[in-house]
T-cell receptor, first 111, second 111 residues
Framework: DSGVTQTPKHLITATGQRVTLRCSPR?????VYWYQQSLDQGLQFLIQ???????AKGNILERFSAQQFPDLHSELNLSSLELGDSALYFC??????????FGEGSRLTVL | QKEVEQDPGPLSVPEGAIVSLNCTYS??????FMWYRQYSRKGPELLMY????GNKEDGRFTAQVDKSSKYISLFIRDSQPSDSATYLC???????????FGDGTTLTVKP
């Protein structure tokens, strides 16, 4: 158990819909990272937050947004969903930014 | 060209074999080098962490970094069926920041 909690574990929705994925980092970790993993691709970095502020941005689509709340949990919002958004979405947390501790992921299926 | 290139595999070996997994990188700013193990699309789990060139050993696992060649390796001795997983290399630049991952090598150890 990494100490990082992600909900929901599985999500099935239709194209055009909006979903919210939630992540609670390990106790004491200020950084939260979101990664996307599709079947035919590796882990793609989406965005990083540090203590409530956006710190780094990867190839995150404009339809996607995230935030980190004062209690350090984070949410990833995915809107106007397309079939190609079907993937595993991982949240990770870190103290120093080098070693990441991953949650079990949220598996999103868009039909 | 990707910043991190990982031998794609898949790799299939008999139990007890020595396994070598490799990654090359192009960004000389990478300072921290990690190997993660991912079972069946579960969350990646940090396996080895190294800083700067050299070897680091942990049980049956040895991580090797050659910064002059921009090349890292993970060796698994006496491989076991329980080592069957996807192995991801990852690198983080000086001053921390986002980790860049290789696409992963899937290893199967046959009894």
């Amino acid at each position: 158990d990494s100490g990082v909690t992600q909900t929901p574990k599985h999500l099935i929705t239709a194209t055009g819909q909006r979903v919210t994925l939630r992540c609670s980092p390990r106790s004491g970790d200020l950084s939260v990272y979101w990664y996307q993993q599709s079947l035919d691709q590796g882990l793609q970095f989406l965005i990083q937050y540090y203590n409530g502020e956006e710190r780094a941005k990867g190839n995150i689509l404009e339809r996607f947004s995230a935030q980190q709340f004062p209690d350090l949990h984070s949410e990833l919002n995915l809107s106007s969903l397309e079939l190609g958004d079907s993937a595993l979405y991982f949240c990770a947390s870190s103290v120093g930014g080098d070693r990441l501790f991953f949650g079990e992921g949220s598996r999103l299926t868009v039909l | 060209q990707k910043e991190v290139e990982q031998d794609p595999g898949p790799l299939s070996v008999p139990e007890g074999a020595i396994v070598s997994l490799n990654c090359t990188y192009s960004n000389s700013a990478f300072q921290y080098f990690m190997w993660y193990r991912q079972y069946s699309r579960k969350g990646p789990e940090l396996l080895m962490y190294t800083y700067s060139s050299g070897n680091k050993e942990d049980g049956r696992f040895t991580a090797q970094v050659d910064k002059s060649s921009k090349y890292i390796s993970l060796f698994i001795r006496d491989s076991q069926p329980s080592d069957s997983a996807t192995y991801l290399c990852a690198m983080t630049p000086r001053g921390a920041g986002k980790s860049t991952f290789g696409d992963g090598t899937t290893l199967t150890v046959k009894p």
